[in-house]
């Protein structure tokens, strides 16, 4: 995908929230650090665009509630969460770049539960790639793209790097890129 199409997908993601959720003074949207929130500042930009709205949006850390982290790795990667409102009684749109195994979103559906009760807890991610490990099924998607268990997806956002897109990577080129 290159920074046109994935701008497309993002849009498109946006009027399916608009659509799914009549009451947008309930929405809020939780970015999944780092390219999670990314995406959903985006998201939220163009709510507040598209659907002349404005929907509060934070960032949560999944790191304490990973399953394949150590003690060790999690105080070691572990950095706060930022959820300036309440989300008792809110439909939560947690919002990552890639799903793949589904490890990440369990966490971060914990990580939610942490803070509060909400209504309903929904999931937009730009990439689904599969192999999945847990059921989880996102409910807002940019793009399916399989791919092998080998190969890796790169997200590219922050504008520091030439090229904005998604690509398909070898292991090897996903630690060259970050």
């Keep these: ?13 946006t009027h399916e929230i608009i659509e799914k959720n009549e009451d ?8 999944i650090k780092n390219r999670g929130t990314i995406i959903a500042r985006i998201l939220t930009e163009n709510l507040k665009k598209f659907g002349e709205t404005t929907v509060p949006c934070g960032e949560i850390d999944t790191t304490m509630y990973r399953d394949d982290f150590s003690p060790e790795e999690k105080r070691r990667k572990a950095t706060e969460s930022y959820v300036p409102f309440d989300i008792t009684g809110k439909t939560i749109v947690i919002v990552d770049d890639v799903l793949y195994t589904g490890r990440t979103v369990r966490a971060a ?25 847990i059921p989880i099924r996102p409910d807002y998607i940019g793009k399916n793209i399989p791919t092998s268990r080998q190969e890796k997806i790169a997200v590219v956002m922050d504008g520091a790097e030439e090229e904005c897109g998604v690509f398909i990577v070898s292991a090897d080129e996903k630690e060259e890129r970050g």
């Design 1 to 13: 995908m290159d920074q046109a199409t994935m701008m497309r997908s993002l849009a498109r993601i």
């Design 24 to 31: 947008a003074d309930s929405l809020c949207i939780l970015g």
């Design 109 to 133: 559906i914990e990580a939610v539960f942490a803070l509060g009760r909400p209504r309903a807890v929904r999931f937009a991610v730009l990439v689904d790639r599969g192999h999945r490990e």
